[in-house]
């Protein structure tokens, strides 16, 4: 499979080296000519998203390239265990001789987990940031190829070119890490690989074929909601809403997982359930809701995932 690898081909092309100062003209140009998302872009060019913010609105004139942001962390022993502690982290820093927030992006950690693992002695999962920013890179090149399935043989030789595993891929395919045995499954299991596509949307012949399995579906999730927010009256309004969000948006879930029905409803009713829950909170909220209530609302459909020796082969017999 022939792939453009765009960072080579866009840092080539508009001589943008390590160290060299971009601003906003330079990224929106990039944009406009090679036709890429911003968000793609900067995954290319490795500029974090508080720094975009400063960059469009002015409070930051430019940025340094830092093409070296993602090396990686010395010590691997926290990346192969796949998470780490407080006490842990805070061993571990001063072994490095590093500040909190640049551990904290050494290890892929976000703002938020760190302040739970502080604060309230939460054990967070790290991620191998140079692996997953490879994967990245991967999905990037991916998305501006053409619409069609890229077979798990292609992958593989991808992932081969690029020096990770498969395993990898399945693993940072999502920034999700709940995601990483529904890749092995697509991989182990999927005849056609997965969709790289553009399109979100759920293919019509797919609503037409599965409108009543889909309504129940919805309804039975509907119930569940309503209970949590102590309310029936939004019911219908909900179902209605979420069928409309679920087809505009989960189009590529249908397409990867259409060779198993029975993981695909599992998955959209898992997603109806977080959608119908934001759309309630946006549109039809009156009174406050936790929001640590609702922090596993996607594992309820999910139940076979929470079992550390699930053996995806088992949902094929």
């Not at 390590?18 to 330079?26: E, S, T, Y």
């Not at 072994?95 to 987990?113: A, C, N, P, Q, W």
């Not at 053409?146 to 690029?162: A, D, G, L, M, S």
């Not at 609702?294 to 088992?314: A, G, M, S, V, W």
């Amino acid at each position: 499979m022939l792939l453009i690898n765009r960072f080579k081909y866009i840092t080539n092309k508009y001589h943008l080296k390590n160290g060299m100062h971009v601003d906003m003209n330079l990224i929106n140009k990039i944009v406009i000519i090679e036709k890429i998302d911003i968000e793609d872009l900067q995954v290319l060019l490795q500029i974090n998203n508080t720094i975009m913010k400063k960059l469009k609105t002015g409070k930051q004139r430019y940025t340094k390239l830092n093409f070296n942001h993602y090396k990686g962390i010395k010590a691997k022993k926290f990346v192969n265990k796949g998470n780490i502690t407080y006490e842990e982290f805070v061993t571990l820093k001063i072994l490095l001789d590093v500040k909190d927030y640049t551990l904290i992006r050494m290890l892929g950690i976000s703002v938020y987990s760190y302040k739970k693992m502080k604060f309230e002695g939460r054990i967070v999962k790290v991620k191998d940031i140079k692996i997953k920013h490879i994967v990245d890179l991967i999905k990037v090149d991916l998305k501006y190829q053409f619409e069609k399935y890229c077979t798990i043989e292609e992958v593989k030789e991808i992932c081969q070119n690029r020096k990770i595993t498969i395993d990898d891929f399945a693993k940072y395919y999502s920034d999700n890490p709940k995601h990483y045995k529904f890749n092995s499954i697509l991989i182990n299991n999927s005849e056609k690989g997965f969709w790289i596509g553009s399109d979100t949307k759920i293919p019509r012949d797919f609503t037409d074929a599965n409108q009543l399995e889909l309504n129940s579906g919805l309804k039975k999730v509907a119930n569940k909601v309503s209970s949590m927010i102590g309310s029936q009256s939004f019911k219908e309004d909900l179902v209605n809403d979420t069928y409309c969000e679920l087809v505009e948006k989960c189009g590529v879930i249908v397409r990867n997982f259409s060779f198993n029905s029975k993981i695909l409803f599992n998955i959209l009713m898992a997603k109806a359930k977080y959608m119908m829950i934001n759309i309630y909170r946006k549109k039809y909220k009156q009174h406050d809701i936790s929001y640590d209530s609702f922090e596993d609302i996607n594992l309820d459909c999910l139940d076979f995932l929470k079992d550390e020796h699930y053996n995806p082969q088992l949902l094929f017999l």
